[in-house]
C-alpha cells in the first residue's frame, strides 16, 4: 500500500562507531552515537522494508521489528555486511567506520612500568562502502547510500565520496555547522546524488559526472531519516 512503499525490500542499514583494540583494556574510536542510523532502521521498518542493522556499540535501544547485529571492530562490521549485502535491495552506510586499527592487538593489558612513552602503529581498515561499490548489483535494483561527515570542503569532499564509491545517494553534514553532527538529536545535510549514471568511466579517480546538491533544512534525524 502507498504507507508500506518498501513492502517486500529487504533494507541494510549500518550505525554508531566502531571499536579498534589495542588491548583487552583499550581501544580507538569516534564520537557517533549511532542515532542517524536508527532512526533510518526505524524508518524503513515503518515504511514497510525487512531491516537488518548492523550496528556498533552504541547506547541505544534496539528498534522493534528489525535484525539487529552487533559488532565491534571495522573488519567485524565488514564481515556482518558482507553476510547481508547481495541480499539488500536498499543499502544505507551511516556509520562512522574507524579509518585506521592498531597493527597489533595485545593479548595482555600494555604496562605502564618502565616506558616513557608508547607509539602505536595504525593500518588502514577496509572501506566497507567503497566494497560495496565495487559489488554491487548492476541492473539498478540495488539502492546504495553513503553518509560523509567533514570539517572543511564539504561538497567537494563528498562529491567525490559519491562517485568514487559509486553510490546513489551521499548524505553530507559539517561537523561545526550548528544542530548537525554526533549526539544531536537533530543534523543539517547536504544531498548528492550524480547527475549521470555511477562510476569513474576514466579510472582517473577523478569524478568525471556532474553531481547534483540539495541542501535540507535542520529537522530532526527522525525526520530526516524518513
Ligand atoms: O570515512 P569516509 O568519510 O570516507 O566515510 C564516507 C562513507 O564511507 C560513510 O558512509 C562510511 O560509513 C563509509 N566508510 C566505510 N568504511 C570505512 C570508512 C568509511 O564504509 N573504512
Not at 559519491?162 to 537533530?186: Q, S, W, Y
Amino acid at each position: 500500500s502507498d504507507e508500506r512503499p518498501l513492502a517486500g525490500l529487504s533494507a541494510l542499514i549500518t550505525a554508531g562507531p566502531t571499536q579498534e583494540p589495542l588491548d583487552p583494556v583499550r581501544y580507538i574510536t569516534n564520537h557517533s552515537t549511532g542515532k542517524m542510523g536508527y532512526a533510518l532502521a526505524q524508518a524503513a521498518k515503518a515504511l514497510g522494508a525487512e531491516v537488518t542493522l548492523v550496528s556498533g556499540p552504541v547506547a541505544l535501544p534496539e528498534p522493534a521489528g528489525v535484525n539487529v547485529v552487533h559488532v565491534l571492530s571495522a573488519e567485524d562490521m565488514f564481515e556482518a555486511v558482507q553476510r547481508h549485502f547481495a541480499s539488500a535491495d536498499i543499502v544505507v552506510m551511516a556509520a562512522a567506520v574507524g579509518d585506521f586499527r592498531p597493527e597489533h592487538a595485545d593479548a595482555e593489558k600494555i604496562k605502564k612500568q618502565g616506558r616513557a612513552d608508547l607509539t602505536v602503529r595504525l593500518v588502514s581498515n577496509p572501506d566497507i562502502l567503497a566494497w560495496m561499490g565495487g559489488h554491487r548489483r548492476t541492473d539498478g535494483s540495488q539502492a546504495l547510500c553513503g553518509f560523509a561527515m567533514e570539517t572543511q570542503d564539504l561538497i567537494h569532499n563528498a562529491a567525490r565520496k559519491l562517485l568514487a564509491k559509486r553510490c546513489d545517494m551521499l548524505v553530507a553534514n559539517d561537523l561545526r555547522e550548528p544542530g548537525a553532527g554526533f549526539a544531536t538529536d537533530t543534523n543539517v545535510v547536504t544531498i548528492l546524488t550524480p547527475a549521470g549514471g555511477c562510476g569513474d568511466d576514466d579510472d582517473n579517480g577523478l569524478p568525471n559526472q556532474q553531481v547534483r546538491t540539495e541542501r535540507l533544512p535542520q529537522m530532526p534525524k527522525t525526520q530526516l531519516a524518513a
